[in-house]
């Protein structure tokens, strides 16, 4: 059973970065790990997916601001995020699939962490 811890979460104003990190317990080596972030009132919707092999996918909205990374000794997982903005604000989750390829889908992964909360201020 995979459980997830997600950290790094806070405030920051328009432009900053934070680094969000994921820790794993349990084998995530195999499979694919992913962001997904929910603001208030709205969907979850995808952030970005690495596999095993290090293929990565982005949702267009962080493409060329946010990078994920994985250290597959250590058991976690990173999303950097530069250039925030507000429309940036939401609770953000990482999530994880088995050997199953990158998904947009939420429904695809099955293990989720409880979210660490990213609020961009203008």
């Known amino acids: 059973q995979v459980q997830l811890r997600e950290s790094g979460g806070g405030v920051v104003q328009t432009g900053g970065s934070l680094r969000l990190s994921c820790a794993a317990s349990g084998r995530i080596t195999v499979g694919t790990v992913g962001w997904f972030r929910q603001a208030p009132g709205k969907n979850r919707t995808f952030v970005g997916a690495?596999?095993?092999?290090?293929?990565?996918l982005y949702d267009d909205s962080v493409r060329g601001r946010f990078t994920l990374s994985r250290d597959n000794v250590k058991n976690t997982i990173s999303l950097q995020m530069n250039s925030l903005k507000v429309e940036d604000t939401a609770v953000y989750f990482c999530?994880?699939?088995?050997?199953?390829?990158?998904?947009?889908?939420?429904?695809?992964?099955?293990?989720w962490g409880q979210g660490t909360q990213v609020t961009v201020s203008s």
């Open positions: 690495i596999s095993w092999f290090g293929n990565i």
């Open positions: 999530t994880h699939r088995g050997s199953k390829p990158l998904s947009r889908a939420p429904s695809d992964y099955t293990a």
